[in-house]
């Protein structure tokens, strides 16, 4: 792309003459730099910084992160110091290259590797959440560009890219990038998942995309009827990984996935949005507990919506999204858009991270001050407490509590301040009494109860599912000498992998397997389904005293099972 080919992109979204000025000396500099290198493609390698800067501009960010982009691999291999940046282009820029270059510093190469990116990405961000953003644009764009790369690295990078990078452009609000992200890692993580489901959903996808057509103007018009104008209406069918993880959480089968389909409507107001959805459930049936009011109570990110599911002709289910213009833009661009330019060009306030919406930011930071575990157990933490699906909760003031999806009452405690989880004596949730070991659902209000004498138990161990919560409870209980400090190496935990063909009652079977042993599971998960086969990996301790042979013969005497692998953790 050249110069004037940039400038005209540029220009088109937005960017003034000053800005221009600036971003044209960052052009030339880092076109200069990469004058004599190409990409694993075979392209010139000034094409990646463009693409990266062009997706920053698109975010309507401000001139000196564009610039930023254009410049974010000069530092690495050629010569040039940040100084040397900083001297050309001036501090922000260079702090903001400075930042990105740091990140990139980082080699993954195994767990302690994983855990330390983390860490420098999430210092990066708490210090200037734009050093990331362009970092997850230029993952984007190798991610795009990933068949290039050598085999044995690509599912490494999908893999990384799947459990850190998408996970972390969805808590920053950025939910269309996280969605492209995870399609794209689809293929190269399950290949022939991706194509049978590729296939399956094919001309269900045609039918559907017609029937979105013919109800476009029906909303339309019959939003027109009621005196709300919509800014516009668009339909799309959903994202593949999207459907592929809810055919796993619904036994491979598409008639329990109801959303393959949606239609969004953007309007003017947030009353238009609550009028809009009383049309669409005048002309169709809404299912009964698909109707979700964000807008009333935003996502812990920022999200605002109303959601709703109905059936529509020809008992087609389609997924409503309605929302105003701004809650349409914050949606795509999540906290990116809080950069954006206004009309008049001028660059908006940045947010401050001490909006409760980014209140996780400075949680991370004091999380990694308190943490001393090893690095399989801090990786398992990290992605359990930032990265794992979410569920809020509220306080008895309405405050939005953010925790991750199999939290219980204790946690909630904890995540509020470590004094009042010290001394928790019980919870309310809802109004009503319940047990520490209740999940927490979404909305749910809970009132914790404090007594000044009451101190956590081991017990509470069994409960606590955030390491916040369960590292306080530990340094209590080591303090009064209710468990020991750790010494030496901890016990070895197992993992039994079965590949059976898929059926009702599987699990179950497998368990009661161990139930008769008595060997206690900590915990399964299912991957790698395909329409007729998946397999199940159980974690657990080995008994004492039972040959892992015995457990082994017992599981393949099960009905469907294939093959059985038993082997310690990875």
Not at 57 to 74: G, N
Not at 155 to 169: G, H, N, Q, S, V
Request: charged letters at 30%.
């Amino acid at each position: 792309m050249t110069w004037d080919e940039y400038e005209q992109k540029i220009h088109s979204l937005g960017y003034g003459d000053d800005a221009i000025v600036v971003i044209k000396k960052a052009y030339l500099f880092a076109e200069n730099t990469h004058k004599n290198e190409k990409r694993m493609s075979g392209d010139p390698y000034i094409t990646h910084p463009l693409a990266v800067s062009i997706k920053i501009a698109e975010l309507r960010l401000d001139q000196q992160t564009v610039s930023a982009a254009l410049l974010h691999d000069v530092v690495e291999d050629h010569g040039i110091t940040i100084s040397n940046i900083e001297q050309e282009f001036g501090k922000e820029i260079a702090f903001l290259v400075d930042g990105v270059t740091k990140v990139d510093r980082i080699r993954y190469r195994g767990v302690e590797r994983a855990v330390e990116s983390i860490r420098k990405m999430f210092l990066a961000l708490a210090e200037d959440i734009r050093v990331v953003i362009i970092k997850l644009m230029d993952r984007l764009h190798n991610m795009k560009t990933l068949e290039y790369v050598s085999a044995h690295k690509r599912k490494r990078i999908a893999l990384e890219t799947l459990e850190i990078f998408a996970p972390l452009a969805d808590r920053l609000g950025m939910w269309e990038l996280k969605a492209e992200l995870e399609d794209l890692c689809f293929p190269y993580i399950y290949p022939e998942e991706y194509a049978w489901l590729t296939e399956q959903i094919k001309g269900k996808r045609e039918i559907s995309e017609q029937c979105l057509a013919t109800l476009k103007p029906i909303v339309e018009a019959e939003l027109t009827k009621e005196n709300i104008k919509p800014v516009s209406i668009t339909y799309r069918t959903k994202h593949l990984f999207s459907i592929w993880k809810k055919l796993v959480r619904n036994e491979m089968d598409f008639g329990r996935v109801l959303d393959l389909v949606g239609m969004r409507i953007v309007v003017e107001s947030a009353d238009d949005c609550y009028y809009a959805m009383g049309v669409i459930h005048k002309l169709w049936k809404p299912l009964p507990g698909r109707i979700k009011d964000y807008i009333a109570l935003p996502k812990p990110n920022g999200y605002q919506s109303l959601h709703t599911t109905v059936i529509g002709p020809q008992k087609h289910i389609v997924d409503f999204q309605i929302r105003t213009v701004t809650m349409n833009y914050e949606a795509e661009y999540g906290i990116a858009a809080h950069w954006a330019y206004d009309a008049s060009g001028k660059p908006k306030q940045a947010p401050r991270l001490d909006d409760k919406r980014y209140a996780w930011v400075r949680q991370l930071q004091e999380w990694h001050k308190s943490h001393h575990e090893s690095s399989d157990e801090e990786l398992a933490a990290i992605k359990i407490d930032f990265f794992k699906d979410r569920i809020f909760a509220l306080t008895p003031k309405g405050d939005v509590i953010d925790l991750p999806e199999g939290a219980t009452p204790i946690d909630f405690a904890y995540h509020i301040h470590s004094e009042i989880g010290d001394h928790m004596f019980g919870a309310k949730v809802n109004g009503k009494m319940v047990p520490f070991s209740y999940l927490l659902q979404l909305g749910d209000q809970v009132e914790i109860i404090v007594q000044k004498n009451k101190h956590p138990t081991s017990d509470w161990l069994d409960y606590a599912k955030t390491s916040i919560a369960r590292n306080r409870i530990r340094g209590h209980l080591r303090k009064t000498g209710a468990i020991e400090a750790p010494k030496g190496k901890k016990q070895k935990i197992l993992e039994a992998a079965v590949f059976a063909k898929d059926r009702v009652g599987l699990l179950k079977d497998i368990a009661s397997v161990f139930t008769g042993l008595n060997i206690n599971i900590l915990g399964h998960k299912s991957d790698h389904q395909t329409k007729n086969f998946s397999r199940i990996i159980l974690k657990f301790k080995p008994k004492k005293g039972l040959s892992q042979s015995i457990l082994l013969t017992k599981i393949k005497k099960i009905p469907d099972v294939e093959s059985v692998v038993i082997q310690e953790e990875k």
